[in-house]
């Protein structure tokens, strides 16, 4: 009887040992992967903080290019667009769009369809479905006309 006692004791100070032992390896596992997503975190902010400055680069050359008209200007210009693109960075898509304070910011009211984009003061851009910078768009009001 003593010797089934001391056995099961033992069994169960096995098992309370396996389950300390997964309980570990999990939180182990758990912290792993907010390291792992902390640090993809700071890449993305990073890259966020960089691709903002050559926004400010892309939007002067598109400037240039306005004026110039200049073929070799152009395909810089859409190099620069396919560059940004593979690097998850999208046009906000404003055109006949209904006013989204979340993706765009007014900038003035204008005479034409209520609460949607008449036009494009400058572009917006979308980092992973975050907003890296909101479009400018002037937003149509009926009381207006």
Known sequence: MVKKTKNQDLLN????LEESYKRVLADYHNQERRHKESQSEIIQMANASLIEKMLLVLDAIELAQSHLKDKGLNMVIDQ?????KSEGVEKIDTKNKEFDPMTMDCVEVVPGKNNYVVSLSA???MLHNKVLRPAKVRVGNTSNQ
Request: hydrophobic share 25%; glycine share 8%.
């Open 80 to 84: 620069f667009e396919k560059t940004l």
């Open 13 to 16: 100070k096995i098992s309370e």
């Open 123 to 125: 572009e917006g851009y």
